[in-house]
């Protein structure tokens, strides 16, 4: 007998994806927005379900709360591959999602492993084989359920989603070094610290290092790497239905660069790309014209 959804993150699966992922202002929006209707709705329902998970872990609560919910939702996801009736907007794409398109559950819950680390203290100077575990479960996981909406699901393309999944996260760690500070995250690696001569790992007093620039810089090239990796994993395929992923590469990369541009000194000067300009490279990508990061 199928059996409902549990309901702990009820609350937070109130809207619809698409109203999630609109009111989010991602730079993935628009490339989202394009793809035609099923690849749209699975993508949005992926989009929510991140951005659920993200909350838990990002808002206030006790430990245990924030726990007890991202259990309760590998509950639900195992109930979506085990005959469970999906009862909230999200829990239901993701369950036309799933059946739609063949997503690996192990990616799913690669997505709740990664938001768990987050949970507690959190990441702070992390090495860098736990930094890119980190940016495996949080951005490399949501690669490979996006390409299979995308139906290119092969050893190429799950490079490139692997290897773009790193570089999108590792450009978020540079843009948002404030806000995480604030929530008492420092995703910059030991590695690169300990190259810039910074011997801390606390989020107040990196920022204000003298050798931040050193570190944020180190972590900028391994982002270009990222990059350079998930290009040439598609050399020559970079059109079709891969287009949304070429639009959120060109989008990042630019974000990367416009970071570089700025420096390291002001960290807290926000970088982004607005909604015109996501559109118009949507757009561009889309009609087989990815243009200049």
């Known amino acids: 007998m199928s059996l409902p959804l549990s ?6 699966t109130a809207d619809s994806p698409s109203a999630v992922a609109k009111r989010s202002g991602s730079s993935f929006y628009w490339p989202m927005r394009l793809l035609p209707k099923p690849r749209r709705n699975a993508m949005f329902a992926i989009y929510a379900f991140c951005r659920c998970i993200d909350d838990i872990a990002d808002e206030p609560g006790a430990v245990a709360d924030k726990r007890a919910a991202l259990a309760a939702w590998r509950r639900d996801i195992k109930d979506l591959y085990s005959g469970g009736i999906a009862t909230s907007p999200i829990t239901r794409a993701l369950q036309e999602a799933i059946e739609r398109y063949g997503l690996p559950r192990a990616e799913l819950d690669a997505l709740i492993d990664g938001m768990a680390m987050d949970v507690g203290t959190g990441l702070r100077g992390p090495d860098l084989d736990t930094l890119r575990r980190y940016c495996r479960r949080v951005a490399g996981a949501v690669g490979l359920l996006a390409i299979r909406v995308f139906d290119r699901a092969d050893p190429d393309t799950e490079a490139f989603a692997v290897a773009l999944g790193e570089a999108l996260q590792l450009t978020n760690i540079l843009r948002d070094l404030t806000e995480d ?34 570190a944020c810089e180190a972590v900028a090239d391994l982002a270009e790497a990222d990059f350079a990796d998930a290009r040439d994993a598609i050399a020559g395929k970079m059109g079709g239905s891969l287009w949304a992923a070429v639009a959120m590469m060109v989008l990042y990369h630019r974000v990367l660069r416009r970071l570089r541009a700025r ?18 490279v949507a757009l561009r990508c889309l009609l087989g014209a990815p243009p200049a990061t």
Request: charged fraction near 30%; avoid cysteine.
């Open 7 to 12: 309901h702990a993150t009820e609350a937070s």
């Open 181 to 214: 500070a604030a929530l008492g995250r420092l995703y910059l690696p030991r590695e690169a610290l300990e190259l810039a001569g910074i011997d801390s790992q606390d989020p107040d007093t990196v920022l204000a290092h003298p050798n931040l620039a050193r």
């Open 263 to 280: 420096g390291w000194r002001d960290v807290a000067q926000r970088v982004r790309v607005g909604r015109r300009e996501s559109a118009w």
